[in-house]
């Protein structure tokens, strides 16, 4: 029984490291590109090495949000002047992260600073949205009819979802710079405390996106609850996202105290969320088709269809989960 290998993968019980684990498949079943390529991508996530890659995610989907925002606003007829800040700010950030991916400066300077404005514009919008519900008829004495049919509550705070990505991405090193003398030896006289942005840029950030898996994933699974409650459940798939959310929520708050649970249960779960809100996606696209007119009336059926990049929201903290898994942890 060989025990020796045992003690050395599971050890004190928190010793497996999903990136690790990962590594060693990638080596033993992938042909010599393919893993070497692997193996590339997982040094740079764990390392804290990957802001380019980050900034372009940040650019993509600043685009998909702004277009949601853009046209439930619209919907709205843009009666408030503020709902156009989050439409405008959306092109803002998918620009800094623009060029984020071919600047460092820009990475650290501009794409902060656009993060920052949209993170508070989310806030703002936030407040907005709850005080139209509050001024709905028979306002909070009426909180679930006026949730479901006032302003979609956590639909600002979801907003800032690339924005955060943007602000983390500010503080990652670049690619390039894994294996770095430079870094090495910054490595060897780090202190031995260190602050949140010495973690943030050398990927030790897990407990902090675990606990922001948590936080979208209500956001999420709240809007998805109330919007899928809408149509009354008419499809058996719209309870997906609904059951999800307690789930990934649970293995998030596990993943906070528990390393083996942020390698193991953590990504299983986020997996299972990423690909739910990728059918979502595809089920809302398919809906929009089957309206009159279908795709002849692009514009029409968009506007008044399933918001079609909502799943994508919910995605989102599948993505958040499974990049939570695959970093290191926090030395405090």
């Not at 590594?23 to 033993?28: K, M, S, V």
Request: hydrophobic letters at 45%; aromatic letters at 12%; a positive charge.
């Amino acid at each position: 029984m060989d025990t020796g290998g045992r003690l050395g993968r599971w050890g004190d019980g928190m010793t497996f490291v999903l990136t690790t684990e990962l590594e060693r498949g990638a080596n033993r079943n992938l042909p010599a590109p393919l893993s070497e390529a692997a193996t590339s991508i997982l040094k740079h996530l764990r390392e804290g090495c990957f802001q380019r890659s980050l900034c372009l995610i940040v650019s993509v989907t600043s685009v998909a949000s702004g277009l949601e925002v853009g046209y439930e606003h619209y919907k709205g007829s843009y009666s408030n002047l503020v709902m156009y800040t989050p439409v405008i700010l959306s092109g803002a950030l998918a620009g800094a992260g623009l060029l984020g991916v071919f600047s460092e400066v820009a990475a650290r300077t501009v794409l902060r600073w656009v993060s920052v404005v949209t993170l508070a514009d989310g806030i703002v919008g936030f407040w907005f949205h709850v005080r139209g519900v509050a001024r709905k008829p028979g306002g909070w004495s009426l909180p679930t009819t006026n949730i479901v049919m006032g302003p979609p509550i956590f639909a600002p705070l979801l907003f800032g979802t690339s924005a955060y990505l943007g602000l983390m991405a500010s503080y990652l090193r670049r690619e390039e710079d894994l294996g770095r003398f430079t870094e090495r030896l910054g490595n060897l006289i780090a202190p031995e405390n260190p602050g949140w942005r010495d973690d943030l840029r050398h990927g030790r950030f897990q407990k902090h996106l675990s606990a922001l898996t948590v936080l979208w994933a209500f956001f999420s699974g709240f809007e998805a609850l109330y919007s899928h409650y809408k149509t009354n459940f008419r499809y058996k798939a719209q309870w997906t996202p609904v059951l999800l959310t307690p789930i990934l929520m649970a293995v998030g708050v596990g993943a906070i105290k528990s390393r083996r649970i942020a390698n193991t249960a953590l990504p299983a779960v986020s997996a299972l969320a990423l690909a739910d809100g990728a059918l979502g996606f595809y089920y809302h696209a398919r809906g929009i088709a089957r309206r009159p007119g279908g795709m002849k009336k692009p514009l029409y059926n968009t506007l008044y269809g399933p918001p079609i990049f909502a799943p994508l929201l919910f995605a989102a903290c599948g993505f958040l989960g499974l990049m939570a898994s695959l970093l290191r942890r926090e030395k405090r």
